[in-house]
T-cell receptor, first 111, second 113 residues
Framework: DQQVKQNSPSLSVQEGRISILNCDYTNSMFDYFLWYKKYPAEGPTFLISISSIKDKNEDGRFTVFLNKSAKHLSLHIVPSQPGDSAVYFCAGVGSNYKLTFGKGTLLTVNP | DTGVSQDPRHKITKRGQNVTFRCDPISEHNRLYWYRQTLGQGPEFLTYFQNEAQLEKSRLLSDRFSAERPKGSFSTLEIQRTEQGDSAMYLC???????????FGDGTRLSIL
């Protein structure tokens, strides 16, 4: 039973354009969500978070949107840069603040 | 500010052997988590410590797995009688608590021959 789904295994965008990564969840008990970025041979690095009482959180080039009624999140990166190329994981926060991750989306930003 | 440190980075062992991994969390982070990541999947929760107390264990953590966090500082994860299915990346994360984001180490990659 996959509680967090990232249905796009990969995404390719041009440098300077917008990258939109999507995430759906089924567990209504999640009240907090995080996005992590992962480079090969490194651990996940925290990117941005959002509480379920908000519908948007922005940090520089990164914005996360939450549609609670649709149980859907998206991460927008504007403008995309080649250094953003990585695997992006969406995670829901459950009891004891443990994270439930999606399978990830590989973002490739082409120069 | 040193990050979460994990040792070793890579462990190769024969099936049936015991292995132990170590995690040093960020100083003063009282919560410590272990996750396992297999190819094509996101990290999956294994177990969680608040200080020295192990407060939750996943069903993924069979009786061959044991974790400790003596004195609430570093943590160890031991796998006894390793099996092929144990091959994975084992990730450790720490956080001060509450809704502070978890900070991950670079993981220990376990390969079972």
């Amino acid at each position: 039973d996959q509680q967090v789904k990232q249905n796009s295994p990969s995404l390719s965008v041009q440098e300077g354009r917008i990258s939109i990564l999507n995430c759906d969840y089924t567990n209504s008990m999640f009240d907090y969500f995080l996005w992590y970025k992962k480079y090969p041979a490194e651990g996940p690095t925290f990117l941005i978070s959002i509480s379920s009482i908000k519908d948007k959180n922005e940090d520089g080039r990164f914005t996360v949107f939450l549609n609670k009624s649709a149980k859907h999140l998206s991460l927008h990166i504007v403008p995309s840069q080649p250094g953003d190329s990585a695997v992006y994981f969406c995670a829901g926060v459950g009891s004891n603040y443990k994270l439930t991750f999606g399978k990830g989306t590989l973002l490739t930003v082409n120069p | 500010d040193t990050g979460v440190s994990q040792d070793p980075r890579h462990k190769i062992t024969k099936r049936g052997q015991n292995v132990t991994f170590r995690c040093d969390p960020i100083s003063e982070h009282n919560r410590l988590y272990w996750y396992r990541q297999t190819l094509g999947q996101g990290p999956e929760f294994l177990t969680y410590f608040q200080n020295e107390a192990q407060l939750e264990k996943s069903r993924l953590l069979s009786d061959r797995f044991s974790a400790e966090r003596p004195k609430g500082s570093f943590s160890t994860l031991e796998i006894q009688r390793t099996e092929q299915g144990d091959s994975a990346m084992y990730l450790c994360a720490s956080t001060p608590g509450g809704r502070q984001p978890q900070h991950f180490g670079d993981g220990t990659r376990l390969s079972i021959l």
